[in-house]
């Protein structure tokens, strides 16, 4: 088997598992020691083929993440570290509405927080911290006082 097959082998093992992004992949295979042009050589071609893609790692990554509980905020500086452009980001952050962002942040308050005491309290700072903005707080903290 030639090198060019082994790298391309170990790319698709990778790419099974799970969406990556092209820096992600890059940087995995990077790591095993193969020669640098055949690594890009591979992913070009994984990218060609349609096997990896990061504007489909982007958005997979985005609703993940949403549904998890975590602000646009968060997402966004995962997806910088991750070396998607910033154009991706924006497309995919923005395909989710300000309604579901509220709904996300409201069940995920609702699973963490018992009393609306400790809502109002320390619900802005939780909400901070799950990276979502001010203006996203408000409304999911109003809704919750509603």
């Known amino acids: 088997m030639s090198d060019y097959e082994t790298v391309y082998a170990c790319a698709v093992r990778l790419l099974v598992r799970r969406e990556h992004s092209s820096a992600e ?3 995995k295979l990077l790591q095993r020691a193969w020669p640098e042009s055949i690594c890009y050589e591979v992913l070009n071609a994984c990218q060609d083929q349609g096997l990896q893609s990061d ?17 646009p905020l968060y997402i966004e500086y995962q997806l910088k570290l991750k ?9 995919s952050v923005s395909s989710i509405s300000h309604d579901d962002w509220v709904m996300s942040g409201q069940r995920w308050l609702s699973k963490r927080l018992m009393t609306s005491d400790y809502v109002d309290k320390q619900g802005f700072q939780a909400l901070l911290r799950r990276g979502f903005n001010q203006d996203l707080i408000q409304s999911i903290l109003k809704d919750r006082r509603d």
């Open 25 to 27: 992949l890059l940087q």
């Open 55 to 71: 504007r489909r790692f982007a958005e997979h990554f985005v609703e993940v993440k949403h549904r998890a509980g975590w602000g």
């Open 83 to 91: 070396k998607i452009t910033p154009s991706l980001i924006d497309q």
